[in-house]
């Protein structure tokens, strides 16, 4: 019965042995499986870039985006002034705000809301602050030269 017993537990710890080395096997570098080859192949695709709702693109705006022009990615001559923004708790959704500006002139002076807000189409329109700020300077310049 003794002699059985020491069999048995040499043959579980030999079993043990058996298993990490096949599990070190499996994981040496020497012979790459087909699997991961094609692991290899699929990692080199270059991966689409994941597009930003309304909220996303706004957060790296200075005060979130109030008074930048925004518009969908296939809008043309079509974009939103955003005048309020109202955020839920994760910051990446909530409701907004804006004037619509048609080719560069906006058809109405009252702000409406913007829907389709958490879609991921949305782009900020670059220099639209900056031409607002510089056409309203010499407004104001012109006033006090004329005063």
């Not at 790459?32 to 080859?37: A, G």
């Not at 309304?54 to 022009?69: C, D, H, K, M, R």
């Not at 809008?75 to 923004?85: A, E, F, R």
């Amino acid at each position: 019965m003794a002699i059985l017993a020491k069999r048995a537990a040499i043959e579980r710890t030999m079993g043990i042995f058996r298993h990490s080395f096949n599990l070190i096997r499996t994981f040496s570098a020497s012979a790459p499986s087909s699997s991961s080859n094609a692991a290899v192949a699929a990692s080199k695709k270059p991966k689409r870039k994941k597009k930003k709702n309304l909220f996303e693109v706004a957060q790296f705006l200075p005060n979130w985006g109030i008074g930048y022009q925004m518009a969908k990615t296939h809008w043309i001559g079509v974009s939103y002034q955003i005048t309020k923004i109202n955020l839920y708790k994760d910051g990446r959704h909530g409701k907004a705000w804006g004037i619509v500006y048609k080719d560069g002139v906006p058809p109405t002076d009252a702000p409406k809301k913007i829907s389709g807000v958490h879609k991921r189409c949305w782009r900020y329109i670059p220099d639209s602050k900056k031409t607002i700020e510089s056409s309203s300077k010499p407004e104001i310049q012109s006033e006090v030269q004329a005063a």
